[in-house]
């Protein structure tokens, strides 16, 4: 009688895509230093992906359950609302089409992402969105064509001034 086992082969598990937090604005609030800053609520949602648990994520961060519903109903939590419903439910939900009003916060800051190795969180990012800015850069091309030189210079002369938009001129 024969000690050897019979060669079986293993079956692989058939490969399953991980799951993607949608990139998400945060919701424009009064700012506080003791409430939902706009870092608050990306940790808020990735303290959500790791415990599927509202109130133990505001905990995590130091805010209550409370508040934290009371955000997710601002009329301009959208895509904090995507972001949120993705990391409690643990499916893709379809991706958040940012409306035309958030392409400025876009343009210039950029969304939250939260990169997720393996389901748990990893890092939290925030970059401009460079389509988006030129897309602003065009439509002002458009915008002054029509001026002439002198109130060219005068408009460039404003907009170095302006602490928002010296980074772009």
């Not at 024969?2 to 993607?20: E, F």
């Not at 998400?24 to 949602?45: C, K, N, S």
């Not at 969304?111 to 190795?117: C, D, K, Q, S």
Request: proline content about 8%; charged content about 25%; overall charge positive.
């Amino acid at each position: 009688m024969s000690k050897r086992r019979p060669i079986t082969r293993r079956r692989h598990k058939p490969w399953t895509a991980y799951l993607q937090i949608p990139p998400f604005l945060p919701v424009p609030l009064r700012t506080r230093r003791d409430g939902w800053t706009p870092a608050r609520q990306a940790r808020f949602i990735a303290a959500l992906v790791r415990t599927a648990c509202v109130r133990k994520a505001a905990q995590a961060i130091g805010l209550t359950r409370e508040s934290a519903y009371r955000l997710r109903r601002h009329p301009r939590a959208g895509s904090f609302r995507a972001a949120w419903d993705t990391a409690v439910s643990g499916k893709q939900q379809p991706r958040w089409k940012f409306t035309q009003a958030e392409a400025r916060d876009l343009a210039v800051e950029g969304p939250f992402r939260i990169a997720l190795h393996r389901g748990s969180p990893r890092t939290i990012w925030r970059k401009p969105d460079d389509s988006r800015l030129l897309s602003f850069v065009t439509r002002l091309d458009r915008l002054v064509a029509h001026l002439t030189p002198s109130q060219q210079d005068d408009l460039l002369a404003w907009a170095v001034t302006q602490p928002h938009l010296r980074r772009f001129v």
